[in-house]
């Protein structure tokens, strides 16, 4: 196991993605520090990673609350002494054109996608710097690199992360710390269940693996960039989206 001795956290990990990322990081060895809103989901997601013969916890948070992410990270540290891997993955969607589109769901969208990684990254650093060993894995999307109508607001969280991702890949590299993000295109998971069948079909001519990904395809992307195999990776964007988007 890749991971063993290694402690990571993994936001909006209560379904989809970011539990798919949470099994896949406990898997290969890492004690996961499991958040999100969502209590009772991320208590069965402790227990099945117990049964697995992992170690897990579960430290609930909004990640549009700024204390919350303190609390939550301090707790975290508290209870496995160390965070080495952050998996930046809570993230929702408030589609609408821009001209009927609410400042409030601007405001949510950008607060629960884009400002909750940098203040989940300032909670961690400290704990990576420390040990000189750190991975951050931020999860954008297809939409953040070449934009989607109806989706200002979103598309604009995910392109920030990834202006994110590569200026803390700078500033933390020299301590062993890599950043980098994954762009997922389309995944099945509740977050595209809403999408109507037209929308599906149309997306999937775009996909040159000619299927939707599923939530493990971008969970082995996480393990890997987590692993030491990809220590010489830094500020990377790494599609994973079947060919949807390509150079
Ligand atoms: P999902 O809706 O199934 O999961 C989102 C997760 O984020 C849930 O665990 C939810 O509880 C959590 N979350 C949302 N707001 C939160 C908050 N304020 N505080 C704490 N947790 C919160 O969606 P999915 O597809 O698993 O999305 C995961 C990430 O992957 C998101 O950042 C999404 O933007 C991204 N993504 C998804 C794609 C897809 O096709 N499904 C494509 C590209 C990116």
């Not at 579960?58 to 707790?75: C, G, H, N, R």
């Not at 299927?211 to 990377?236: C, N």
């Amino acid at each position: 196991m890749s991971l063993s001795g290694r402690v990571a956290l993994v936001t909006g990990a209560s379904q989809g993605i970011g539990r798919a990322c949470a099994l896949r990081l406990a898997k290969e060895g890492a004690a996961v520090a499991v958040a999100a809103r969502n209590q009772e989901k991320l208590n069965e997601l402790v227990s099945e990673i117990t049964a697995a013969g992992g170690k897990a916890a579960a430290f609930p948070l909004d990640v549009s609350d700024e204390e919350q992410i303190k609390s939550a990270v301090k707790a975290a540290i508290a209870q496995f002494g160390k965070i080495d891997i952050l998996v930046n993955n809570a993230g929702i969607t408030r589609d609408q054109l821009v001209m009927r589109m609410k400042r409030a769901d601007w405001d949510a969208v950008l607060q629960t996608n884009l400002t909750s990684a940098y203040l989940s990254i300032q909670q961690v650093i400290g704990s990576m710097l420390k040990q000189r060993w750190g991975r951050i894995i931020n999860i954008t999307s297809v939409f953040g690199q070449m934009g989607q109508a109806g989706q200002a607001n979103y598309a604009a969280s995910k392109a920030g992360l990834i202006g994110l991702t590569m200026a803390i890949a700078r500033e933390v590299g020299s301590r062993n710390i890599t950043c980098n993000a994954i762009a997922p295109g389309f995944i099945e998971t509740a977050m595209t269940a809403v999408l109507s069948d037209e929308f599906k079909q149309n997306a999937l001519k775009q996909i040159p693996l000619g299927r939707v990904g599923t939530p493990e395809d971008v969970a082995s992307a996480v393990g890997f960039l987590a692993s030491d195999e990809a220590s010489y990776i830094t500020g990377h964007v790494l599609n994973v989206n079947g060919g949807m988007l390509m150079g």
